[in-house]
């Protein structure tokens, strides 16, 4: 074992992924007995309590079980989780207007409730957020202030918390100061005031399939078309596919969320990325970037963002902190590019400003160096719920079916049986207290009829593994 150095992983954490890296190549086997703790102690030259640590990390993403009075064993190879699903059929590319609106009011009406099992909301839950340290935030933003939080907020946002929202970009290769950042009210405001910015009503403007319902919701109510481009479940869009249809449309901006989609959870890679910023700075179409869940990767690195290939502003990147850090406070900025003016102006015009007090708290939280140091335990969390869930999946559900692989966000795509009515299966799931998102609702057209997106934002506890033997049962049965 080498010796830790500075800004490395814990001991523990670097020998349980030696050892999940031996069980992904099958060089131990499911079912094969691991090394006694004393044996991993001896083997690595760490202490018996780090061995434990290494083998609790691995058995709490259900890679392997202990038996008792016999030790250690393989439980689980990702390589038996179910196939992909597949990329949507393209239909006849046709710009429609939008109308999804009654179904998604039905669907999440009951987001609140507390005896439910819930794999609708990809938000995380109170558990997994740092709530003591975030009110402390808060109390210090009133001592603090000199008006007692009362005052109308700077329109564009408070300052120091547009300062350390611009430091947060340098995480993904961005370079930019408090004043190319306004702050919203969450991340759908970001949304709607870059789209009232770029376009006007009648327009049409391209958009993934599937896609978070709550972008065909902006597009509705603004009364723009959308044109739906098919999402591949692994690389998200082909800007290939994006320049032949700019040839046959008149597309005035574009909507996408390359890092971790919602509800397909693909990642662009760089190199896509980096085409599709080219191909809309050469026809000069503004690219609204969505990029709510970057912060929360899997991985060791986090996923560039299209905006750090953008050199002349036609990039206007949104983001938010209701994924990672508070819900309920409603921060979130844009960096408008050469939008910026417009997009300050429609702000004024539509909020005044934001309020005072939780940014003020944002922007102390951020500040002292928390907010890191919680999405290192964040992402650890969903890493292992996503596994724990795609296991559950491999359980419970009939063997066709087919589940993504997300390296990062908050949910997975269930594709099920040609024949199964995922709103069908939605209304069913309710009499026994659980709430699925059907796949109708992330597609203009009514497409995924067969498709659910579950989220893993829940800890992995029974009541969630009986949740997913219930929805495991009903389509068995409505499969028939």
């Not at 490395?8 to 007995?33: H, N």
Request: charged share 20%.
């Amino acid at each position: 074992m080498k010796k830790k150095k500075p800004g490395d992983d814990p001991i523990y954490l670097q020998v349980a992924e030696g050892l999940e890296k031996m069980i992904g190549d099958e060089t131990l086997k499911i079912g094969d007995k691991l090394p006694s703790v004393r044996m991993l102690s001896e083997e690595y030259g760490i202490s018996m309590g780090t061995a434990f640590q290494a083998y609790y990390h691995l058995e709490g993403k259900g890679l392997i079980e202990s038996r008792p009075k016999s030790g250690y064993y393989v439980r689980f190879n990702l390589r038996r989780l179910p196939g992909l699903p597949h990329k949507a059929v393209e239909p006849e590319p046709v710009a429609t207007e939008v109308s999804v609106a009654e179904m998604i009011t039905n669907v999440f009406q009951r987001t609140s409730r507390e005896d439910f099992v819930n794999f609708s909301v990809a938000a995380p839950p109170i558990s997994l957020l740092p709530a003591a340290k975030l009110n402390k935030s808060l109390v210090h933003a009133l001592r603090a202030s000199r008006n007692h939080g009362l005052q109308y907020e700077h329109s564009q946002g408070n300052p120091g918390l547009r300062r350390q929202l611009a430091l947060l970009a340098f995480h993904w290769g961005g370079k930019y100061a408090a004043e190319d950042v306004v702050v919203t009210a969450g991340c759908m405001e970001a949304l709607v005031m870059c789209l009232k910015a770029t376009t006007q009503p009648g327009d049409t403007v391209a958009i993934e399939n599937p896609t978070y319902f709550g972008i065909y919701q902006v597009i509705e109510s603004l009364g723009l078309k959308a044109l739906e481009i098919a999402v591949d479940p692994l690389t998200g869009i082909d800007p290939q596919q994006l320049e032949t249809l700019l040839q046959k449309f008149p597309i005035k901006a574009c909507v996408f969320v390359p890092t971790f989609s919602n509800p397909m959870g693909s990642c662009m890679p760089d190199e896509k990325k980096k085409a599709l910023v080219q191909l809309i700075t050469r026809h000069q179409i503004p690219l609204i970037e969505d990029d709510i869940y970057g912060e929360m990767y899997f991985g060791r690195h986090r996923p560039r963002t299209c905006k750090s290939f953008d050199t002349e502003g036609w990039v206007l990147y949104c983001s938010s902190l209701s994924k990672s850090l508070a819900p309920g406070y409603r921060i979130g900025w844009i960096i408008p590019g050469r939008f910026t003016k417009r997009v300050i102006q429609l702000k004024m015009m539509h909020t005044v400003s934001g309020t005072t007090l939780t940014q003020e708290a944002i922007a102390h939280f951020l500040s002292i160096g928390r907010y890191e140091y919680h999405l290192k335990k964040l992402r650890k969390a969903l890493h292992t719920q996503c596994l724990r869930y795609q296991q559950g999946i491999l359980q419970y559900f009939p063997p066709d079916t087919k589940v993504s692989r997300p390296q990062g966000g908050f949910v997975l795509w269930v594709q099920l049986d040609r024949q199964l009515n995922a709103y069908r299966l939605y209304r069913e799931a309710l009499k026994h207290n659980v709430s699925v998102a059907p796949g109708q609702v992330f597609s203009a057209k009514g497409q995924f009829g067969n498709c659910l997106r579950l989220s893993y934002a829940r800890p992995w506890d029974a009541e969630v593994e009986e949740a997913l033997r219930i929805l495991g049962s009903l389509i068995r049965k409505m499969s028939k």
